[in-house]
Structure formats: C-alpha cells, structure tokens
C-alpha cells in the first residue's frame, strides 16, 4: 500500500530520540509534547507539530518609503534597533500558504503559553511534512513578512539570518470541523 503522506520526523518509541533528515544527513532533535489542560472542548485530539527557531538577525540595510523600520513581533524595542533574536514558530504540517502565513506569525508574535509533558497515549501526531531543509526559506519568509506587512512601502532589505537552534514541539489541539482549536490555554 502507498501512502502520500509522509511523515518526515522520526520518533523511535522504544528510546525516545526524535531524528529527521537534514541536508542529507540523519540528526537528533530536541521536541517536546504540550499538555491537554483546556479539556471542556469538545472533538478530537491531535498534536500538531511546530518547528520552533531560535533565530538572529541582523539588518545591514533598510528603506521604508512612507514608513519606518516596523517593531517586527515586538522585539525591536523603540523600533530602530537592526539585530537581535527572535524565537519562529513555524508549522510544520500540511496547510495552504496563507493559512500558514497566519499561523506562523500569530504564534511568532503570540508565543504559546503551554505545559511541557508526556504525549497522551491514543492521541495521534499531525504529520511533519515542512523538512528541516526548508528551514532556512520559512525563516526568511516569516522574518520578511514581519517586516514587510508594517506601515509604508518596503523598497529595500539586505540581512542575514542564523538559525541557532531548532526543535520541535507538538503543541495539543482539538479537531473541530474542518478546523483546529487550542487544548493547551
């Protein structure tokens, strides 16, 4: 039998360790399983699993016609600072690109309030199919998006991003319809 859907994490239940494939090569990852604490939803449960990039960035150059440099997620203090980290959430499974875009910068501008634990046994994980490869292009779409959907006309942008650490998490939801809705607040 032949199934299109691929899951591109590994997570061996005998040991523990979480590996993907990366650039040719297996690696370990850290993850960790939010806590079904809003348990008065009705629907299934899932876990859906998010990259989560520990990122820094530094701007070289900016030009804003109409605008200023934007408080990308609120982490640029007065708004004119041009480096520092910030922490992306990236989805990491299936969806349409706008509906990713959304999600990626709520929850890179909402970080999520969750407690860490075990998964919930009979509780099945939502499919990673955003590699670790792609990392680098989602980081770099976020970081720009961030800036680019502030006031004014974006007319320049030169900045170089690092990932300095990337995990996974799989954060508790439940299945509503065609939809999800948050388990962890």
Same mark, same amino acid.
């Not at 040719?24 to 859906?48: K, P, S």
């Not at 998964?119 to 990392?135: H, M, N, Q």
């Not at 292009?137 to 170089?160: C, N, S």
């Given at each position: 039998?032949?199934?299109?859907?691929?899951?591109?994490?590994?997570?061996?239940?005998?040991?523990? /360790?979480?590996? %993907?494939?990366?650039?040719?090569?297996?690696?370990?990852?850290?993850?960790?399983?939010?806590?079904? /604490?809003?348990? /008065?939803?009705?629907?299934?449960?899932?876990?859906?699993?998010?990259?989560?990039?520990?990122? =820094?960035?530094?701007?070289?150059?900016?030009?804003?016609?109409?605008?200023?440099?934007?408080?990308?997620?609120?982490?640029?203090?007065?708004? +004119?600072?041009?480096?520092?980290?910030?922490?992306?959430?990236?989805?990491?499974?299936?969806?349409?690109?706008?509906?990713?875009?959304?999600?990626?910068?709520?929850?890179?501008?909402?970080?999520?309030?969750? +407690?860490?634990?075990?998964?919930?046994?009979?509780?099945?994980?939502?499919?990673?199919? %955003? /590699?670790?490869?792609?990392?680098?292009?989602?980081?770099?779409?976020?970081?720009?998006?961030?800036?680019?959907?502030?006031?004014?006309?974006? +007319?320049?942008?030169?900045?170089?991003?690092?990932?300095?650490?990337?995990?996974?998490?799989?954060?508790?939801?439940?299945?509503?319809?065609?939809?999800? =809705?948050?388990?962890?607040?």
């Amino acid at each position: 039998m032949f199934s299109r859907e691929v899951d591109t994490v590994f997570l061996c239940e005998t040991c523990g /360790t979480m590996h %993907v494939r990366s650039n040719g090569h297996v690696e370990e990852i850290d993850y960790e399983f939010g806590t079904f /604490t809003n348990r /008065t939803i009705a629907g299934d449960r899932i876990y859906l699993p998010f990259w989560v990039l520990d990122i =820094q960035f530094d701007i070289s150059d900016i030009s804003i016609q109409g605008g200023g440099l934007g408080n990308l997620f609120g982490i640029l203090g007065d708004g +004119q600072a041009r480096s520092g980290k910030i922490t992306m959430y990236v989805p990491a499974y299936e969806m349409d690109p706008q509906h990713f875009k959304e999600v990626a910068m709520y929850h890179t501008g909402n970080p999520p309030k969750y +407690q860490p634990g075990k998964p919930e046994p009979g509780v099945p994980r939502e499919k990673t199919s %955003v /590699t670790a490869d792609l990392l680098p292009q989602m980081a770099d779409f976020i970081f720009v998006t961030g800036i680019a959907e502030k006031p004014g006309v974006l +007319q320049r942008l030169d900045y170089e991003l690092n990932i300095l650490r990337k995990r996974m998490i799989y954060l508790p939801f439940f299945k509503k319809g065609g939809g999800f =809705q948050s388990g962890y607040d």
